[in-house]
């Protein structure tokens, strides 16, 4: 059975109609993986999610699957040498969408870390991390890192380092750890929130669910449950009312807030990703050019505002902008130029006492007396390995000894051996498109998104849609289909929000293109008009409020530091 929109009931059956081995709550990246992890080692799984997949801070990260350079400095040594290998095993999973990228670090006055701290650092961090001797980091002089990157301030610059990272999409990551884990045999829904649980003699034993699209509300017996749901953790241990201590749990979240600013590439136009200090506070930011625009984040503030929507205010906007133009200063920044952004919530552990960014970025595992397995904090990096962990322990606990099967597991789009058998791909690729009037940068924008899939969107382009003149247009179409047939695309913000990515990244031209959007998906779906402009306006939200701050500045930030008090 495909990953489809059109298969919701029968997913929905097939959940409530066995009995489970394991019901994973949440849909970001740590719950996919869990999902993924179990069923590939033979566990009958179901994952549900509240709204869609990635939509959580899944979608709203700084996109890099990267070792935290930062966390070596608060010594924590373990995390950044698992994270940092992790790093190589998804880029070898999923090599379409986890991408080298070349990073810059100036070294400056008064900066984080002097000439020989950060090139003990970057040794360090590429020690941990195991990398190959080509992409180990390189020290420069303060000339040497002006060439590297001309925009740079040059009084205060006493030299560089250049190393490597890896750039991602996040939500695109989480869907094909999604769509993966569905090929094992899981079975997952989006629009489905777990709203109370079963128990039986005091354990947790299922639980009751909403299937938002049809109305519809079931059950499901599962003999464990993981509760994987980010920033909404605490939210769902609230609902297991037969644990004595659900309402205040010993150890609790701490969300923080981190926003991103989306520019026009031609207004920071870098040569490379550069990792930078914010000398006011003694933070760093990345700035990371992407496509046609550069993203420059992110700020790490206390949140207490609703988890639901939280947005980019004028506030954030200012101090992500000073920082770029004071370490780039002729490209005189400002908020005029912003052409999108986006907000999301850290689910930290609570330490008391400590500052946000003093906050550890390790994962927990807690244990409710119910029997309710929870895991927060962490990173999108190291996914994996949380996944690994929870799973042990689940299996550990169903008297089952199998180990985990997900080191050398290709996910969907990604199963090539090398960056020449993917170049070879697209080479091949570019040369059947330019018969039929389509470009190398089609098919790129397609293939790093879609990978090796891209086959199936280009064929259903010419069966599907012979009809449609313009080439490009039919690949739109096209997109569209497969992202509900083969991506459990419900909505239009599930389609141009977290499946292609547009509203962050391609937002300047998405204004001719998302009305067509809706029109392709109405007529797949079925929707009857009145869900069609439904659809729309939900779409326009997103649309407009990703630029918020221009016209409301005032109110957002009144809304939020109130929030705060
Ligand atoms: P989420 O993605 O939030 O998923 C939880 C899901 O649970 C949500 O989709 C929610 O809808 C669902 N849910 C909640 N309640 C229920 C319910 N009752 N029933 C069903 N479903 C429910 N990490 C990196 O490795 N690299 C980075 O560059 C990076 N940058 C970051 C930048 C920022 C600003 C932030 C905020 C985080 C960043 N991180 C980064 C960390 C990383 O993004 C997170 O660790 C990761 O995405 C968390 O995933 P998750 O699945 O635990 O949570």
Not at 155 to 161: A, F, R, S, V
């Amino acid at each position: 059975m495909a990953f489809s929109a059109l298969q919701r009931e029968q997913f929905a059956q097939k959940i409530w109609e066995q009995e489970l081995d394991l019901l994973v709550i949440g849909g970001g990246v740590t719950g996919c993986g869990i999902a993924l992890d179990a069923a590939s080692r033979g566990l009958k799984v179901a994952l549900l999610e509240k709204t869609d997949f990635a939509w959580g801070t899944s979608s709203r990260s700084t996109k890099l699957v990267h070792g935290g350079l930062r966390y070596l400095k608060q010594l924590e040594v373990a995390l950044v040498r698992e994270v940092g290998l992790e790093r190589a095993v998804a880029y070898h999973n999923a090599p379409h969408i986890v991408r080298p990228e070349k990073m810059l670090l100036p070294i400056v006055e008064g900066g984080s870390l002097g000439k020989t701290m950060s090139s003990i650092g970057l040794w360090v961090y590429d020690f941990l991390a195991g990398v190959q001797k080509e992409e180990r980091r390189k020290m420069l002089s303060a000339e040497e890192t002006i060439v590297a990157e001309p925009l740079l301030r040059t009084d205060i610059l006493n030299g560089g380092g250049l190393y490597y990272e890896y750039r991602t999409d996040d939500a695109r990551l989480t869907i094909e750890i999604a769509k993966t884990a569905h090929k094992f045999g899981a079975t997952l829904l989006n629009y489905a929130p777990v709203t109370a649980f079963i128990y039986e003699n005091g354990k947790i034993c299922g639980a009751h669910f909403t299937d938002l699209i049809s109305g519809q509300t079931h059950q499901c017996k599962a003999k464990k449950v993981v509760n994987a749901a980010g920033p909404w953790v605490d939210g769902v241990r609230k609902l297991d009312v037969q644990d004595p201590a659900h309402a205040r749990p010993p150890k609790r979240l701490h969300l923080t807030k981190g926003v991103h600013v989306v520019v026009p590439r031609e207004r920071l136009p870098l040569r490379q990703s550069a990792y930078f200090d914010v000398l006011k506070d003694g933070r760093m930011i990345f700035a990371i050019p992407r496509g046609k625009v550069t993203y420059i984040g992110t700020t790490d503030t206390n949140y207490k505002g609703s988890t639901e929507h939280p947005v980019c205010t004028k506030e954030d906007v200012d101090y992500v902008l000073a920082a770029a133009n004071y370490m780039f200063p002729t490209v005189k920044l400002s908020p005029a130029d912003v052409v999108s952004t986006w907000a999301g919530l850290r689910p930290l552990i609570h330490e008391e006492g400590k500052d946000p960014s003093e906050l550890s970025r390790k994962d927990e595992i807690f244990h409710s007396s119910t029997g309710l397995i929870s895991i927060a904090g962490g990173k999108l990096t190291g996914y994996r390995k949380m996944a690994e962990r929870i799973v042990n322990d689940v299996c550990k606990q169903l008297g089952q000894n199998t180990a985990c099967r997900t080191e050398k597991m290709p996910l969907g789009g990604g199963d090539f051996d090398s960056e020449a058998a993917m170049q070879k791909y697209l080479e091949t690729r570019y040369g059947e498109v330019s018969q039929i009037g389509l470009k190398a940068e089609h098919i790129n924008d397609l293939f790093f998104k879609y990978g090796r899939q891209t086959d199936t969107i280009i064929e259903r382009a010419f069966e599907l849609y012979p009809h449609e003149e313009n080439p490009i247009r039919r690949l739109q179409m096209a997109e569209a289909w497969y992202c509900i047939h083969h991506e459990m695309s419900c909505t239009l913000n599930d389609y141009l929000i977290r499946r292609s990515g547009r509203l962050y990244f391609e937002r300047q031209t998405l204004g001719n293109l998302f009305p067509d959007a809706a029109e392709d998906m109405s007529v797949i779906l079925g929707w009857p008009e009145e869900k069609k402009y439904r659809e729309l306006a939900a779409f326009k939200r997103e649309f407009d409020e990703v630029i918020s701050f221009k016209e409301n500045a005032g109110e957002k930030d009144l809304k939020e530091a109130s929030a705060k008090d």
